[in-house]
């Protein structure tokens, strides 16, 4: 079974959630099109969840998929914070930022109850989880509004975690994605696999439907997946130059140049691994360093220090969500790029 198959779509292609960087605009254009359009509500409340579906509605009657982050809040340590405001005590003196002022709490909200309910009066086609599963009785509301359920394996314990607990397909989260890791069952990078070698192990040894994700940005992408048994692909980076997509005009400006090449994993922005390009905090601190507050805590210091550098025209603070192969994202509307895309499955 393809995704054409579980969720009555034309083309077997997801557009990736990308929380920040798109909303109900990209995602209509690509369902549209006939792919699978994407809600990112990792940065939502229930109200603006409400809005978002609404306004997806309002533009196509096609399927689409609602994304949710599943982590555990984390309870912020004052000292542990203090010690990330010291790590970030230059960049605060040189931009001029004030800690005192910096809010606390989290940035980014898991799913729940409210949400679970916004879901039941809208009725997508998918819902898909990063970083796990909801509890038992969250994921038993997620499935009353009649969708199908995927989750984000970036190994093959969690893909076999992931049926077990009852998906109805598993996303193979190669280790090229632009983003959040989808890594959840531990926190060891040397874990990670490139999609074309994850892809096959879950392929071989799951029998729910497996979805490549992860450095697939043109049709000739989609092709090998689909050689290597998926059944169905997700792509995020190509879409982010698309017009109807919301990357600023510094995220831009990155993707169309040479420093596209160079990206890495970094707990910087929000205190997860995520891949993103190189850029001046990432190299000065490096991308991995000692003491970032649990995801999402890290969020409110950077965010404050993103504001001051972004008025500066400068993208030194600037999480530039990108995976490893950026070749195919180009200024086209997402119907064009998404029925490229497609070509692929069809060769």
């Known amino acids: 079974m393809d995704l054409r198959d579980l ?73 542990h914070i203090a010690a990330w405001h010291q790590l970030l005590a230059p960049y605060f003196a040189e931009f001029g930022v004030d800690p005192a002022q910096i809010p606390s709490g989290a940035t980014r909200q898991p799913f729940d109850a409210t949400m ?92 729910v439907p497996v979805i490549a994700a992860g450095g697939i940005a043109d049709a000739r992408g989609v092709a090998a997946a689909q050689a290597l048994g998926a059944a169905g692909v997700q792509v995020g980076t190509a879409y982010l130059l698309c017009p109807e997509s919301l990357t600023n005009p510094l995220h831009r400006a990155a993707l169309k140049s040479e420093r596209a090449r160079h990206t890495a994993l970094t707990t910087l922005f929000t205190g997860r691994p995520a891949r993103s390009i190189v850029n001046r905090i990432m190299r000065e601190l490096g991308p991995l360093p000692h003491g970032v507050p649990a995801f999402p805590l890290a969020g409110n210091a950077i965010s404050a220090l993103r504001a001051k550098t972004e008025s500066l025209d400068l993208d030194h603070c600037t999480p ?28």
């Open 7 to 79: 969720l009555a779509i034309e083309h077997p292609l997801i557009q990736a959630p990308m929380a920040g960087a798109q909303n109900h605009l990209l995602a209509a254009a690509v369902c549209g099109a006939g792919g699978l359009g994407s809600i990112p509500a990792g940065m939502l409340d229930a109200q603006a969840l409400e809005r978002e579906l609404s306004a997806i509605e309002a533009l196509t009657d096609r399927p689409y998929n609602v994304n949710f982050f599943c982590h555990q809040t984390p309870t912020a340590d004052p000292a």
């Open 116 to 207: 679970a309910a916004v879901l039941e009066q809208h009725r997508p086609a998918l819902v898909s989880f990063h970083f796990g599963l909801p509890t038992p009785e969250l994921l038993k509301h997620a499935r009353a509004s009649g969708a199908k359920i995927a989750a984000s394996a970036t190994t093959l314990e969690e893909g076999l975690w992931l049926q077990e607990h009852g998906v109805d397909a598993v996303i193979a989260q190669g280790l090229e994605a632009g983003g959040h890791r989808g890594i959840f069952l531990g926190e060891e990078l040397t874990t990670q696999l490139g999609t074309f070698a994850l892809l096959p192990q879950l392929v071989e040894a799951l029998h």
């Open 320 to 347: 530039l969500w990108a995976g490893q192969n950026a070749s195919g994202c180009r200024e086209v509307p997402a119907a064009e790029l998404t029925r490229e895309l497609a070509a692929g499955w069809r060769a």
